[in-house]
């Protein structure tokens, strides 16, 4: 694996940095999953397909917005994954009846239910601060979409082509 | 970035994992407390219960902790019935395809149903059914379900009067264990047999012939409540059937042994 050493980061806005409507924008990364709630509790899809979109149109607006999508988008992909897993094992014990309620299924439910919550109270908090023009890191995926959002790749390193004569 | 991002991804699923192994720890221990019938209570019962079964028709012990037919012993022994927490194995001479397990975890085979089998392996395949049956304490279930504990504590102190013989035997005809009981006890089942390194085939086999015939297992408890063999059960007995590794047979010889059965209980009538 390629030793990356020091991570450079273009530098960290201050909410005087952040314009209203970028907040807005970041905020509402996290407003999807709301909006999408009631159409994606039988299909927790449903709920991604929504973010994915949201993603897409707003990604290339800046790295404060970037990191609030990333954010939003990771925990959701993991979440929704898991409530995927709780659909499908329910489905299979009480409509197909090809297995049993096992305590595994019980602690099963109690973890999801619990990330559940805990993303839904995160992401309220995150998008308060991303009005603010703030920040708020998530366990692990705060890291990840900061990284993303902010590492400087050499792509981004300006050429200079114009020098001064001295 | 790496490594700080890999703690908090160690923490995160230690943190959860955890959850999932302490709930299930939990509900696990849940599932066990129907262990509130005190045991010597529910031992008393079962004595109490195979008096009264005694009276009206033939017993004939198969089985218990210090005795064993010779000719049972290969099932047995595959099925692990030391570990069973069943007390006894009595054969009756009925012309009904049955078996139960009675309060008191005493299993209770009819000679119809030695009659309708055709190999050690189907014999099994029930047998280790109700199994699942006494290891779940599904009985343990139903009688709490049933009795207060004031009854049952009445049987204890000889205080039990008329009443109590009524609602005993009203117990005795009309409970009936639960679909998802039987699911356990038949997933169970599967599990012994396979552990036995049994085909499981022998299940498939004995619920196939009933449905063939048209029949329902009247099982469970009272001679007098049927159960459905419903469909999804049949389905999933076949699934495991398909994928089934144990595969050796029964060390015995079925002809033999089910004449040795159909004597046994026909004179053990007289
Ligand atoms: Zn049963």
């Known amino acids: 694996m390629k030793d990356l050493g020091e991570e450079k980061y273009v530098s960290i806005p201050q909410p005087e940095d952040v314009p209203v409507r970028e907040r807005e924008d970041a905020m509402g990364a996290y407003l999807m999953m709301f909006a999408a709630l009631a159409a994606g509790l039988p299909l927790p899809i449903i709920n991604l397909i929504a973010s994915l979109v949201y993603y897409f149109i707003h990604k290339d607006k800046g790295p404060f917005i970037k990191f609030h999508l990333l954010q939003s988008l990771y925990s959701q992909l993991i979440t929704s994954g898991m409530n995927v897993v709780f659909v499908f094992w329910t489905v299979r014990i009480f409509f197909f009846e090809s297995t049993m309620v096992t305590d595994y299924y019980k602690g099963y439910v109690a973890v999801v239910v619990l990330a559940n919550l805990l993303y839904f109270i995160f992401s309220i908090i995150a998008a308060v601060r991303a009005r603010q023009g703030r920040f708020f890191y998530f366990l692990v995926f705060g890291k990840w979409a900061f990284h993303q959002a902010f590492s400087i790749r050499n792509a981004d390193v300006k050429v200079h082509v114009n020098k001064t004569p001295f | 970035m790496r490594k700080s991002i890999g703690r908090e991804l160690l923490l995160l699923l230690t943190f959860f994992g955890s959850i999932w ?238 004449k040795e059965m159909l004597d046994l209980a026909a004179h053990g009538d007289q």
């Open chain 2, 21 to 258: 192994a302490v709930v299930s720890y939990f509900s696990e221990d849940e599932a066990e407390d129907c262990d509130v019938i005190p045991e010597d209570l529910y031992d008393k019962l079962g004595d109490f219960v195979i008096d009264d079964f005694s009276q009206s028709s033939s017993l004939i012990l198969i089985a218990n902790d210090s005795f064993s037919l010779e000719s049972w012993n290969e099932i047995l022994h595959r099925l692990d019935f030391d570990n069973s927490n069943c007390r006894a194995i009595y054969l009756s001479r009925n012309p009904e395809v049955n078996a139960y397990t009675l309060p008191g975890d005493n299993i209770v085979v009819y000679s119809g149903l030695i009659e309708f089998v055709e190999s050690g392996e189907e014999l099994a395949a029930v047998m280790a059914h109700e199994f699942g049956h006494v290891k779940k304490g599904h009985v343990r279930e139903l009688l709490k379900e049933r009795f207060a504990m004031t009854s049952l504590i009445m049987i204890v102190s000889g205080d039990a009067g008329g009443n109590l013989l009524l609602e005993l035997s009203d117990f005795l005809f009309t409970a009936a264990f639960s679909r998802d009981n039987e699911k356990e006890a038949d997933y169970y089942g599967l599990e012994l047999l396979e552990r036995g390194n049994l085909s499981t085939r022998g299940m498939l086999r004995f619920f196939e012939k009933l449905e063939e015939e048209k029949m329902e297992m009247p099982e469970i408890i009272s001679a007098f409540s049927s159960h459905p063999l419903s469909a999804d059960r049949l389905e999933y007995i076949r699934t495991h059937a398909a994928k089934s590794v144990g595969d050796s047979l029964l060390n015995m010889n079925w002809n033999d042994f089910q």
